[in-house]
């Protein structure tokens, strides 16, 4: 690898820490935003996976499921993450597709896998990756996964007009290999990691403002809601973290990468 791009990661890796612990979500963007121009992929995701009992026998995909994900840009004509969200679904009612086998080979292990590279080229022709890939322009995708437990994984994903060539992919995996601890802190944020349940989306959102000195008044009034609600879910989301204060919450983030 070249050593202007491996410059250009570390400078990358040191602008990600700078963000507060409560800005995961505008950290997570501004690395897809930046990996994304330095392979020339349009579009990006990151999303955290788990691993559940779903008491269905013979799953092929092994109890994995999606629990949260980020867009770098909503692909229109759905807002809001749509056109990602309506392929999870099929995900979650375990409707295979053989690309969602792919993120199962080599699991619990940090990897890289691609559509062009792992599917044959008849699955291009398939209904399937004209609905959710070739309809908005993507050729080619490419995903880096990194296990933080036997049962939780980060995996990012970007999305191509072309195909993408091995050195692309090799910069890819170098630039979200060395970073273990952000790959944490967007499954602590999500409520992946060490919560006993996913959080909800307003509750994620409650999340960010306990990271900082807002108080519960303070995040009742930016959420447009009454105090008590605000007070719930604070409850909540301490509850599904396992601490009774957010002193305790807040230490989460400060702890090293297990």
């Known amino acids: 690898m070249y050593l202007d791009t491996q410059e250009h990661v570390h400078r990358l890796w040191d602008e990600v820490s700078d963000f507060e612990a409560s800005q995961s979500t505008q950290a997570a963007a501004h690395l897809m935003s930046s990996l994304a121009d330095m392979v020339h992929a349009w579009n990006a995701t990151w999303a955290g996976a788990i691993r559940v009992d779903a008491g269905i026998p013979n799953d092929l995909l092994q109890g994995w499921r999606v629990a949260a994900v980020q867009a770098l840009r909503p692909v229109e004509p759905l807002p809001d993450e749509g056109h990602f969200k309506e392929t999870l679904r099929l995900w979650d009612r375990r409707e295979i597709d053989p690309s969602f086998l792919l993120p199962l080979r080599g699991v619990g292990t940090f990897r890289t896998y691609s559509l062009r ?41 970007f999305y191509s007009r072309r195909t993408f060539a091995e050195a692309e992919i090799a910069r890819l995996a170098y630039a979200l290999r060395g ?38 008044k303070e995040v009742a009034r930016e959420m447009g809601m009454a105090t008590s609600t605000a007070h719930q879910h604070v409850t909540n989301i301490f509850r599904k973290f396992g601490v009774r204060s957010r002193a305790e919450l807040m230490s989460l983030w400060l702890k090293p990468a297990a």
């Open 117 to 157: 590279r792992e599917l044959p080229p008849e699955w291009f022709e398939t209904p399937f990756f004209h609905r959710h890939y070739g309809s908005v322009g993507t050729q080619d995708a490419v995903f880096v996964a990194f296990p933080l437990t036997r049962d939780c994984e980060s995996h990012f994903g």
């Open 179 to 216: 970073i273990k601890w952000f790959h944490r802190h967007l499954m602590l944020s999500s409520g992946l990691l060490m919560a006993s349940s996913p959080l909800t989306p307003t509750e994620h959102k409650v999340l960010q403002f306990l990271l900082t000195k807002a108080s519960e």
